[in-house]
């Protein structure tokens, strides 16, 4: 596989459904780069491949090498490169049955679980996310939102938030973290204040599943794909975002005669106020 053209490097066929995918560079430099995919298997065994990616000199791209498989019991939710926590190594974060921890060749470097998800129980992780000070934040179809320190493999805070949820994520220097429900609510939690839960809503009600964008430059946007009835890119803007019981204001996006949901959104890195929306039926709107 050599560089394609307008910028497109592959493709690179794989040999099963991908339900995720996560991209960071390697501490090994000169354009290594490390590639997690996670399998959507129904009814097989699924698993986590890590590749690593050579973006070599001169534009010339080698095919991705599959270095190790990672088992999971069922389809992996969701996969998410680390910082390295202190070291050069780079982790990767899985979540399925529980979290996982794993080096990039294939070894389990923690599992987590807190105590609401004994061993004996199974607790489906629908997300996970982590913020670059190095904390990490699940979320299960229990309701319960779960905080983690990966240095010591504990769980800091937990909240139960009374409904199956769907997404999580940090936001940014504020270090708040958001979580989407299936009934239609979007949760912010301030782990300073672990008593505050503040709820975003919206004039029109939708409902989960769903995903969640923090603007990368904006760090007071944050826009909630429902995927449900009633779907629609909700855009929460948050007043004084670093106190989550602050007011926030609220807007649907839709495109007139077009029913079909944003199945996946994103912000732009360099254009802090265009948000990307990939739509079921195919289309993409900015």
């Known amino acids: 596989m050599g560089s394609g053209h307008d910028g497109v490097l592959g493709p690179y066929a794989l040999d099963y459904a991908v339900h995720d995918m996560a991209l960071c560079p390697s501490s ?22 890590i590749s690593s990616l050579d973006l070599g000199r001169g534009g010339v791209v080698q095919a991705p090498q599959p270095v190790a498989r990672l088992p999971h019991y069922f389809p992996p939710s969701r996969v998410r490169w680390l910082p390295g926590m202190g070291s ?16 990039p060749d294939g070894q389990l470097h923690q599992l987590l679980r807190h105590g609401a998800n004994p061993e004996e129980v199974c ?25 983690w320190d990966v240095n010591s493999g504990t769980a800091v805070q937990a909240f139960d938030l009374g409904q199956q949820l769907c997404d999580v994520a940090y936001g940014g220097d504020h270090g708040l973290v958001a979580v989407a429900g299936e009934r ?17 809503s919206s004039r029109e009600k939708a409902r989960g599943p769903a995903r969640l964008a923090w603007s990368a430059c904006r760090t007071d946007l944050l826009a909630v794909s429902w995927q449900g009835e009633g779907g629609g890119v909700v855009l929460h803007s948050i007043h004084q975002p670093g106190h989550a019981g602050q007011k ?10 077009s029913g079909a949901v944003a199945a996946d959104i994103e912000w732009s890195p360099a254009y802090p106020e265009q948000l990307c929306c990939a739509k079921e039926d195919g289309v993409v709107e900015v």
């Not at 050069?88 to 080096?103: K, M, Q, Y």
């Open 184 to 200: 239609g609510d979007c949760f912010l939690l301030d782990p300073r204040q672990a008593q505050d839960v503040h709820v975003l």
């Open 28 to 49: 090994a430099g000169d354009g290594a780069m490390w590639l997690a995919t996670s399998s959507f298997l129904p009814e097989a065994p699924n698993f986590v491949e």
């Open 123 to 147: 607790t489906p992780i629908t997300s996970v996310d982590w913020s670059e000070k190095g904390g990490l934040a699940s979320c299960d179809v229990y309701g319960v939102c779960v905080l």
């Open 248 to 257: 926030s204001t609220s807007r649907m996006l839709r495109t007139p005669g």
């Open 88 to 103: 050069s190594a780079e982790l990767l974060a899985t979540s399925g049955d529980c979290l996982r921890i794993w080096r």
